[in-house]
């Protein structure tokens, strides 16, 4: 009987061990399982690094989740592939906000000069106030308080995407419907507000911008809402524009392999640097399920484009990756 309780037990165990054990490789609109072996809710989200350390912030679409809240995922990472659960962030409505209240696509910047953590968000109520929320903490997975709710530049903002140049300059990319556009704005000093940088003329939602040698690169997807569609690039010298024409990303029947952009990263190693397309694979009848496809991009001298979704290896030392083929 006892050898039959130690086996039994080996078994149960035996999950954890799995989960607990680090790997390199990335399997895209696989589920994605964090340190604890629950799949990670970081949907619309964006990435930061503090010193040496990666942080994953997204929409929390928990299937148990209290519908008068929002919530917020908080993970960390030193590899960008094992990702260690910190905090599942609540937030209650702003004043003015009723129960069918919006918080999505937050985006976390670090100021190193407040020493903040300011997330950015885009709040709602019924998809008609299209409005930017800022909220502030001490700590990157402490309790973020609410500061305002505003139209950024006297404008509209639903989706939003964040991008930090290679100086340390931080910059909030939304959309704009009204302008058929989105734009791109500079956090001030404090980070508390915007200054504008410019409006790229193409109605796209999604938005993400890496800079890469020489270029900007910019990708946004169209408005179709939940529904995938063939996300596009376009490049410029300066963020400011001119930016090119729009191309596709992917082949445009695949619809961006069901997938919608939300970041860039640039990994700059040792040996190479490389950028990984980082999307969300939704799941609107059962949003906790929403998947990620995150894949190396192949990119430079004005040219980006998606491979097909495939399993691949991350070396964040050597900004190596890697196909993984049978």
């Known amino acids: 009987m006892k050898v039959r309780l130690l086996v039994f037990s080996f078994f149960a ?11 390199n490789i990335i399997f895209p609109k696989e589920i994605w399982k964090d340190n604890r072996g629950e799949h990670i809710q970081a949907h619309g989200g964006g990435i930061i690094k503090v010193k040496n350390i990666f942080y994953w912030f997204g929409e929390d679409r928990s299937k148990d989740n209290d519908p008068a809240l929002r919530y917020v995922g908080c993970y960390s990472s030193k590899d960008l592939v094992n990702w260690k659960f910190l905090k599942q962030l609540k937030f209650t409505p702003p004043k003015g906000f009723g129960e069918h209240w919006v918080l999505e696509r937050p985006k976390v910047f670090y100021n190193e000069k407040t020493k903040k953590f300011v997330m950015y968000y885009h709040v709602d109520e019924h998809y008609r106030l299209a409005k930017v929320g800022i909220a502030v903490s001490d700590k990157v997975d402490g309790d973020y308080k609410f500061v305002k ?33 989105f734009r791109i704005a500079k956090l001030t000093d404090d980070y508390m507000d915007l200054t504008e940088v410019c409006l790229i003329q193409a109605p796209l939602e999604g938005g993400a911008i890496v800079h890469y040698e020489d270029l900007y690169y910019a990708i946004g997807s169209g408005l179709t809402a939940w529904d995938p569609n063939p996300n596009k690039y376009a490049t410029a010298k300066s963020l400011a524009g001119p930016w090119s024409d729009f191309k596709d990303i992917a082949p445009p029947e695949t619809k961006t392999y069901g997938s919608q952009s939300t970041m860039m990263i640039k990994v700059v190693g040792t040996k190479t640097t490389s950028v990984i397309f980082m999307a969300d694979v939704w799941k609107p009848d059962s949003q906790w399920d929403s998947r990620y496809l995150w894949m190396p991009l192949k990119i430079g001298d004005g040219k980006l484009s998606l491979p097909a979704p495939q399993p691949f290896s991350l070396n964040i030392k050597t900004g190596i990756t890697k196909i993984i083929t049978n």
């Open 13 to 23: 165990f035996f999950p954890t061990m799995l989960f607990a054990q680090k790997r």
């Open 149 to 181: 709710a505003f139209s950024p530049l006297g404008h509209e903002s639903r989706d939003i995407g964040q991008f930090i140049d290679d100086d340390g300059s931080a910059y909030l990319i939304f959309e704009d419907r009204p302008f058929k556009g």
